[in-house]
């Protein structure tokens, strides 16, 4: 049998509840977790919590900190808010235990940069949860960008759309907290944007930034019923766009709404010299692991399938067309399974961060989700700040003028809570 990893979880909203859906699919399989903690600053959102998953009330706490005092813990996930993530984070590594924390990373660069820095600080193992990159839709584009079957890569496009999606707004099922300025910060570049924004670079292997042009807006229509329902104190953009340039020529194009009066946006794809590839359905959602049995995901959508379609010229200049199935379920992603059976870790980002913790993976085998996630972190505040000055920003400039706006002091029923983090000094 596998060597138990005994886990914490911090936050107990909704995505906690998927969270604890892949632990117990996981489970299913032989990977031997068990839940002995959890924290959350609601009460009965927690006591509810607790009885949901059959964790006793002495394992229960309000103040997190309480929780970080156990000798008994391997791990510790956190599940809160956006403008939260470097705050918890960065204390639970400063405690002694390795962290795996939801996306995004953090809602600036500056934050990001100190989350990422205290894994060496503390000497911590951390992950950051990127869905879209634990799938065979990924690994395949990637293959063959490395193996030259697009030519040169010279453009790039990275899609995110909703007809009218706004978490915590036009879905009230999800928290407020997505449209408070404070605590969710920014809107879909920074919610769902993740998702594609980090597949790209990550396929592209991680091409350095030179600029960034961007715009944002919070156009999108509202009703004063439901700002009065969601207690909306301030706009959050819903939408954000951008050209960036790269080093050695390459251009990415961003467009990530939460919601727009249009139906078809389009895909992301990536173009070479001699093709390109189109991705269809990326996984936003966490994969076959995140789905409950005989039920739905946890916080609506789909089950995505994701596929590629790669286009093409060959040596006699004969245009091709050639779609990949490439989901972890379909003929494609079982044959890769049976060929190769170490790849299951890199299929859920959950799985990957467990085996790592085991010593399955190393630094040298893992996907560096942490790097991953703060440079799209980077990317994503200079469309911010170029929307802010209204002009192109240099990466050197966003480095110089990135600051960190995460929560320093928390406000709760008990007290509050004083969060101890470096500051950002610009590189």
Request: glycine residues 10%; hydrophobic residues 40%; aromatic residues 6%.
């Given at each position: 049998m596998k060597k138990e990893i005994r886990i914490a979880i911090?936050?107990?909203?909704?995505?906690?509840?998927?969270?604890?859906?892949?632990?117990?699919?996981?489970?299913?399989?032989?990977?031997?977790?068990?839940?002995?903690?959890?924290?959350?600053?609601?009460?009965?959102?927690?006591?509810?919590?607790?009885?949901?998953?059959?964790?006793?009330?002495?394992?229960?706490?309000?103040?997190?900190?309480?929780?970080?005092?156990?000798?008994?813990?391997?791990?510790?996930?956190?599940?809160?808010?956006?403008?939260?993530?470097?705050?918890?984070?960065?204390?639970?590594?400063?405690?002694?235990?390795?962290?795996?924390?939801?996306?995004?990373?953090?809602?600036?660069?500056?934050?990001?940069?100190?989350?990422?820095?205290?894994?060496?600080?503390?000497?911590?193992?951390?992950?950051?949860?990127?869905?879209?990159?634990?799938?065979?839709?990924?690994?395949?584009?990637?293959?063959?960008i490395e193996e030259g079957k697009l030519g040169k890569v010279y453009h790039a496009r990275s899609v995110g759309h909703r007809r009218q999606g706004r978490p915590g707004y036009d879905m009230q099922f999800f928290s407020k907290d997505f449209i408070d300025p404070e605590i969710g910060v920014h809107g879909p570049l920074f919610d769902l944007g993740i998702y594609h924004l980090a597949q790209m670079l990550y396929v592209l292997g991680m091409p350095e930034l030179e600029s960034v042009y961007g715009v944002q807006s919070c156009d999108y229509w509202t009703h004063p019923t439901i700002d009065a329902q969601t207690n909306r104190k301030a706009p959050v953009e819903d939408l954000g766009i951008g050209i960036a340039k790269f080093k050695g020529g390459l251009s990415m194009d961003i467009y990530e709404d939460w919601a727009i009066h249009m139906d078809e946006i389009?895909?992301?794809?990536?173009?070479?010299?001699?093709?390109?590839?189109?991705?269809?359905?990326?996984?936003?959602?966490?994969?076959?692991m995140a789905v409950p049995e005989?039920?739905?995901?946890?916080?609506?959508g789909h089950l995505q399938t994701p596929k590629l379609e790669h286009f093409g010229v060959d040596e006699d200049g004969n245009l091709f067309a050639t779609k990949l199935d490439c989901a972890i379920g379909d003929i494609t992603g079982q044959q890769e399974l049976a060929l190769h059976p170490e790849m299951v870790m890199y299929n859920d980002n959950q799985l990957h961060w467990y085996s790592y913790l085991r010593g399955d993976l190393t630094d040298e085998t893992r996907i560096d989700s942490p790097y991953i996630?703060?440079?799209?972190?980077?990317?994503?505040?200079?469309?911010?700040?170029?929307?802010?000055?209204?002009?192109?920003?240099?990466?050197?400039?966003?480095?110089?003028?990135s600051k960190s706006i995460a929560i320093r002091e928390q406000k709760t029923d008990f007290g509050v809570i004083k969060y101890d983090f470096d500051e950002y000094v610009p590189e």
């Open positions: 911090i936050g107990c909203g909704m995505i906690s509840h998927r969270h604890m859906t892949v632990i117990e699919n996981l489970n299913k399989r032989g990977e031997n977790l068990r839940v002995v903690a959890a924290a959350e600053i609601d009460k009965e959102k927690l006591l509810a919590w607790g009885k949901q998953y059959g964790i006793d009330e002495k394992d229960l706490y309000q103040d997190f900190r309480e929780m970080l005092k156990r000798d008994d813990i391997d791990e510790v996930e956190v599940c809160v808010h956006n403008n939260l993530h470097t705050s918890v984070a960065t204390a639970v590594m400063a405690a002694g235990f390795p962290c795996y924390s939801e996306k995004p990373m953090a809602c600036s660069y500056a934050d990001a940069k100190i989350l990422y820095d205290a894994q060496k600080k503390y000497g911590q193992k951390l992950a950051v949860q990127i869905s879209s990159i634990y799938n065979p839709q990924t690994r395949i584009a990637k293959k063959m389009g895909t992301s794809f990536i173009a070479g010299k001699n093709g390109g590839i189109k991705f269809i359905d990326v996984d936003s959602t966490g994969g076959p005989g039920g739905g995901i946890v916080g609506g996630a703060m440079q799209t972190a980077f990317l994503s505040e200079g469309v911010v700040l170029s929307n802010e000055l209204g002009r192109s920003v240099t990466a050197d400039e966003i480095k110089k003028m």
